[in-house]
């Protein structure tokens, strides 16, 4: 390798580049399969490697330790450790750098682990080949690599909460418990949201509007800054920095400054369209809410009078506007179909089933199903229990969705469908009533989504970056997700979220400053020629923008996504820690067409 | 044609047995482990799901029920105890009720008391009833002090027409019901002959019965449920042929009162075996550690206890008749043997004793549309 090529910006162009690479066993898990001494031969081979060694377990305090002794005694200045996913370890090394007086950005983490050694069992040769590659790709990229700094913004320690339901109030009472301050935005005119319409709810048996006042009157208590009536008029800035406009009934505006967002905005009920299941035409068809709202303050009979008419049989629908299947559904106004399932519906209706019961023994109830998933703790229960007390259950299929049709007395109706217990015969099942298990539909946040660029998935639900690793951040550095604007979920689980929310904000907002990885563009002045092609790619308002003839960066706000990159003719723009020099490097590495595993002797 | 839902039918069933189908989840065990079930005779998950939705008529047209021998292996692998065995066994008892015309079966199985004052009243007119049949021969006129003697003798023979009439009636429909039973094949035209073979086979081997599976904790074969069955089944057969045989030798030879007479040789080692059998069957259903005696009710009481007195009786007779012992205390036994063997017959249609005739006709449609 030509050495004008490895050393870089002026700055280091007079250090020498003395690359370190370390090889982790794992205990076996990479090295039963993987030959670590074979790796390290072959990298000992590289001009910049100055160091190569392979130990048990690098993130063991030996292990680390090693690196440490090396940088402060052998001057290595690169750092390459070839072992996890940097997920697991990463943050270990670059403290290690750090303890050892390095820039921590001077570490280079290769996966052989999850990418090699697991997934390439009884290959060990071509396993210890990608290795190499991966290590030395590795080598090359972190040759090129400048120190870097954090960038660093000021954190403002108040956070705006939007919506006043169960998840926000939830979400707002763990951050003002940790100190920031909190500004609770609802759009209605009361705290509580979607769990106002609630009478009892499942797995606790607790009264709805019990949860709803202990909550309400712990923020009151808290001094939370509440604000009924209000919706948001414009959301500027960065995290750490939101300026947040909040427009009150009487349309004036105000702001707010906070360092964080939290969006607890809630869903809507699926509203059935005209005739759904003979919905809107016929009064005996309503949707579950409407059913829960209207037995709520019944008091327990042996009869059940719905419009002046005893009804004896009552029939439940379930998956009713979720779950739905392109050709077979009526699309919703987007031309899509909600092909999610709703998940709290099923435990809701058959909550509602016993309910019913409770109250009205002698009834006959119907529950026609396609799968039923009552996933959570103690969900189970209302099925067995529902089961037990003699519901009658039907499983039917896409191909056979119930068929609503009015009685020819005109006082019921008759739902037939192929049931799949009964080994697909037609079954016609008299209803005199009939309850549909509408799902959850995201609340339309068009606004918000528009103004911030938010991500949402395909179910128009806000997506979250990672379901499992990141699952209440939304992309968008400092905004946060809780409940069911992020997906349908129930109250348990919404609170869950929201407490989840309140954690990573309250870490977020921990300091006075937010450090955030410097991996964001970076314009050479010197090589832009002002053509703006990048200008039209960025997608993050104010992240990139023309000044003094050549383009600029507001690190805050670039998301270090690249597309401005791609663009640029002179190739004048690089991520930091990603340039394409880098690449140059790691590709070259990887496609090097000799490979000399060295044969370690025995 | 959709099926109409009825969820009524399955809590009129239930008044028969100690199931509780409502905990089923159509998981479909049952039949898989059944070692009766096959594609002509699907039982017992198909019979549940009918239950379920209220289908009585498919419930009760085919032959499916009287295919089950109650082994307990559904009732034991179902994972929701909803005891699917004796769901089938409650709906032989449903079959039975709904076979006959007048309602008092449906009674009988229902309550307890209604079937015991029935047992009682039909007992007592049939005693008093032999008692006008053979007046000159049996002195206990003592009866006949407050009723008629001519109301008594009509009582009976009406009490008698009537059942007959039920039992041929209960015949008629359950032949009716599964001659338009909806499972089966179309029976190919020679089909009858070899249908028929095969019924008797079955019945003289009980060969099915045999198949069901062991009890889960198994028992030496003479104990075995099937074999307690055949034991009876001879027993009974034999006691009738000693009966008939009896009656008929009678007034022509006065040798048979002779232990070693045929006929009576018949009669005492059936009366063993039958007693032996219907013994054990008590036991069974006494001891209750059997799955399919788990759930032991009166009707199977009923008719166990019937056979077991009949037996008893019929051997206190034998020796009072071997060694000439004329005593009134004789006479009344021979009144209670009578009567109860009469009563046995005439309420065939009410009780569990009505499998004798309905079992034979199930299998036969079975094997009439077996392929």
């Known amino acids: ?602 | 044609m959709a099926i109409t839902v009825n969820p009524d039918l399955l809590k009129e069933i239930k008044e028969y047995g100690a199931f509780d189908i409502n905990a089923c989840f159509n998981c479909g065990n049952c039949t898989a482990v059944c070692p009766l079930s096959d594609t002509v005779g699907s039982f017992p998950r198909k019979l549940i799901r009918l239950g379920q939705i209220g289908d009585k008529n498919r419930v009760i047209s085919g032959p499916e029920p009287w295919l089950c021998y109650y082994c307990g292996e559904c009732s034991d692998t179902c994972p929701r105890q909803a005891e699917p065995g004796e769901y089938m066994a409650a709906l032989r008892r449903y079959a039975i009720a709904q076979s006959e015309p007048t309602g008092i079966g449906r009674l009988m199985y229902r309550s307890g008391v209604f079937a015991v004052i029935v047992t009682l009243l039909v007992g007592i007119v049939l005693g008093a009833f032999m008692q006008t049949v053979k007046v000159g021969k049996n002195p206990s006129h003592w009866i006949f002090g407050a009723v008629s003697y001519q109301m008594i003798h009509y009582l009976g023979i009406a009490v008698s027409i009537l059942a007959v009439l039920t039992i041929v009636g209960g015949i008629m429909k359950i032949f009716n019901r599964l001659s338009s039973w909806e499972g089966g094949t179309k029976p190919a035209p020679g089909k009858w002959v070899s249908a028929l073979k095969q019924t008797i086979t079955e019945i003289i081997t009980m060969k099915r019965h045999r198949e069901e599976s062991p009890a889960s904790e198994p028992v030496v074969w003479y104990r075995s449920h099937a074999w307690i069955h055949l034991a009876i089944m001879y027993g009974f057969i034999g006691l009738l042929v000693a009966t008939t045989l009896d009656f008929v030798f009678l007034e022509l030879l006065p040798l048979h009162l002779s232990i070693f007479w045929p006929a009576r040789i018949i009669g005492t080692v059936s009366g063993l075996v039958m007693l032996w059998g219907v013994s054990a069957a008590m036991l069974r259903r006494f001891s209750k550690e059997e799955k399919n005696a788990a759930h032991t009710s009166l009707p199977d009481w009923w008719l166990l206890i019937f056979l077991f007195v009949l037996a008893l009786t019929g051997y206190w007779l034998e020796i009072a008749t071997t060694f000439k012992l004329v005593s009134p205390v004789n006479d009344g036994i021979m009144l209670l043997h009578a009567a109860m063997a009469m009563e046995l017959i005439l309420l065939l249609a009410f009780t569990k004793f009505a499998h004798v005739i309905y079992r034979p006709i199930a299998l036969f449609v079975y094997f009439l549309n077996q392929a």
Request: with cysteine.
């Open chain 1, 1 to 602: 390798m030509e050495e004008e090529k490895n050393t870089q910006s002026e700055e280091n162009e007079s250090e020498e580049i003395r690359v370190g690479v370390y090889v982790c066993h794992c205990g076996g898990n990479i090295s039963d399969v993987v030959d670590t001494k074979a790796v390290v031969e072959a990298l000992k081979k590289n001009p910049n490697v100055k160091i190569a060694k392979d130990f048990v377990f690098m993130c063991s305090d030996p292990g680390q330790k090693l690196i440490i002794d090396d940088i402060i005694e052998n001057n290595i200045n690169r750092i390459v450790v070839s072992a996890c996913s940097p997920t697991l370890h990463e943050t270990t090394f670059r403290k290690a750098l750090t303890r050892a007086g390095l820039n921590p950005y001077l570490y280079e983490h290769v996966n052989i682990r999850e990418q090699d050694s697991w997934v390439h069992k009884g290959e060990n040769e071509a396993a210890t080949a990608k290795a190499i590659r991966l290590t030395a790709a590795g080598v090359e990229k972190i040759a090129r690599q400048d120190p870097l700094e954090p960038i660093v913004v000021n954190a403002e320690g108040h956070v705006v909460v939007i919506g006043g339901g169960v998840a926000g109030m939830r979400a707002a009472l763990a951050l003002i418990k940790r100190g920031l301050g909190v500004t609770l935005i609802e759009k209605g005119d009361r705290l509580g949201g979607r769990a106002l319409e609630l009478d009892r709810v499942y797995p606790t048996e607790e009264k709805a509007s019990d949860i709803v006042s202990q909550l309400e009157n712990a923020v009151r208590a808290e001094k939370i800054d509440v604000r009924l009536n209000c919706e948001i008029e414009l959301i500027e800035g960065f995290v750490g920095n939101f300026d947040v406009q909040i427009r009150g009934k009487d349309s004036k505006i105000d702001k707010v400054r906070a360092g964080a967002i939290v969006l607890a905005t809630g869903f809507d009920h699926y509203q059935p369209y005209e005739g759904e299941f003979g919905y809107g035409k016929s009064p005996i068809v309503v949707t579950l809410p409407e059913f829960n709202k209207l037995i709520a303050d019944m008091p327990q009979s042996d009869k059940f009078t719905y419009k002046g008419k005893d009804i004896k049989n009552l029939a439940f629908i379930h998956c009713v506007g979720s779950r739905q299947m392109e050709g077979v559904h009526q699309p919703q106004a987007d031309g899509r179909v909600n092909d999610y399932c709703s998940r709290v519906c099923c435990t809701a209706t058959l909550h509602t089933i016993n309910k019913t019961l409770d109250k009205f023994p002698n009834l006959n109830i119907f529950d026609l199903y396609k799968d039923i998933r009552t996933y959570g703790h103690g969900h189970e229960d209302y099925y067995e229990k529902a089961s037990k007390r003699g519901v009658t259950f039907f499983r039917y299929t896409d191909d056979s969705i119930p068929e609503y049709a009015p009685s020819s007395n005109g006082s019921g109706a008759t739902l037939t469908m192929k049931d799949v217990l009964t080994w697909n015969e037609e079954v016609s099942i008299p209803a005199d009533m009939i309850v549909l298990a509408t799902g959850m539909v995201p609340r339309d946040i068009s606004n918000l989504v528009g103004m911030l660029k938010l991500p949402t998935g395909t179910d128009r639900f806000l997506q979250e970056v990672h379901p499992k690793l990141r699952p209440v951040e939304l992309a968008n550095n400092g905004i946060m997700i809780a409940g069911t604007c992020q997906g349908p979920m129930d109250i348990t689980e919404s609170c869950a979220a929201a407490g989840a929310s309140a954690a990573k904000v309250s870490i977020l907002l921990s300091k006075k400053t937010i450090e955030m990885d410097p991996y964001v563009a970076r314009v050479d002045e010197a090589k832009c020629d002002g053509c703006k092609l990048c200008l039209a790619e960025c997608e993050y308002k104010g992240a990139l923008f023309m000044a003094e003839s050549y383009a600029h960066v507001n690190p805050a706000l670039c998301v270090g996504c690249g597309a401005c990159v791609a663009v640029c003719p002179p190739r004048a723009i690089n991520i930091a820690g990603w340039t394409l020099d880098q690449f140059d490097g790691m590709i070259d590495a990887i496609s090097m067409e000799e490979l000399e595993p060295a044969t370690v002797p025995a």
